[in-house]
């Protein structure tokens, strides 16, 4: 990964990545039950998911998967196909206009490919999309 980061596992702050990963994938079960046309309740849950208020323009088919929530951000007029992944514990920044489509993933984390470091750290480095993408 080019400007990759690296956050040392079994630290206060991996269980702390730990802890809002357990809340975001229960929010985003969460996300994908509710009935297709109660958008009210999608962006209520989307902007729980985010952790900010979310462009009212944005528009995310479910289902819809995301890990983190915290790293995403949104342009203007930005519309997800159904069953995209979002792990953005590495920062998402998406721009205006963008288009995602179905079954799309965007992964900001991962691990270390050398075997000794692979439990030792999670790996991460940002996506940008920019406008009219």
Request: proline letters at 7%; one cysteine or more; a negative charge.
């Amino acid at each position: 990964m080019r400007n990759e980061e690296r956050l040392r596992t079994r630290t206060p702050e991996s269980r702390a990545f730990a802890q809002r990963v357990q809340l975001v994938m229960n929010l985003t079960s969460r996300l994908n039950v509710l009935p297709f046309d109660d958008l009210d309740a999608r962006r209520t849950v989307l902007t729980e998911i985010f952790g900010k208020p979310i462009p009212d323009s944005l528009s995310v088919l479910p289902p819809f998967y995301c890990d983190y929530g915290l790293g995403a951000s949104f342009g203007e007029r930005v519309f997800i196909n159904q069953g995209c992944f979002f792990l953005d514990y590495g920062g998402i920044t998406i721009g205006d206009r963008v288009l995602i489509g179905p079954r799309v993933t965007l992964s900001t984390a991962g691990h270390p490919v050398e075997l000794h470091e692979r439990y030792d750290f999670i790996t991460h480095a940002p996506i940008v999309i920019e406008d009219d993408v």
